[in-house]
Nanobody
Framework: QVQLVESGGGLVQPGGSLRLSCAASGIIFSIYAVGWYRQAPGKQRELVAGIDTGGNTDYADSVKGRFTISRDNAKNTVSLQMSSLKAEDTAVYYC?????????????WGQGTQVTVSS
């Protein structure tokens, strides 16, 4: 059974930092593209950062220069380091892993972790 478990969310003041972690079980994370998404109340889920199997990264314009996504293949985890946090970063953050093999899409989501940026 595949599970993605996010951790590290919480309440932080504007300008502060948080590190989210996504731990995978049941799959080898290194062969999946992994993305961090977020969904704020009343808004659509959006891709915040992604990392492919080669370690190439991509970021939403709103977080470039503030967020960093990284892999630890030995620990089967992907992390999102968030700094200079703003109130508009408040959302539930989700980890997603995806790969296509033999025309089959393997697509898994975690349960989400709440990030609240407030003074």
């Amino acid at each position: 059974q595949v599970q993605l478990v996010e951790s590290g969310g919480g309440l932080v003041q504007p300008g502060g930092s948080l590190r989210l972690s996504c731990a995978a079980s049941g799959i080898i994370f290194s062969i999946y593209a992994v993305g961090w998404y977020r969904q704020a109340p009343g808004k659509q889920r959006e891709l915040v950062a992604g990392i492919d199997t080669g370690g190439n990264t991509d970021y939403a314009d709103s977080v470039k220069g503030r967020f960093t996504i990284s892999r630890d293949n030995a620990k089967n985890t992907v992390s999102l380091q968030m700094s200079s946090l703003k109130a508009e970063d408040t959302a539930v953050y989700y980890c997603n892993s995806k790969k296509v093999m033999a025309n089959v899409i393997y697509d898994y989501w975690g349960q989400g972790t709440q990030v609240t940026v407030s003074s």
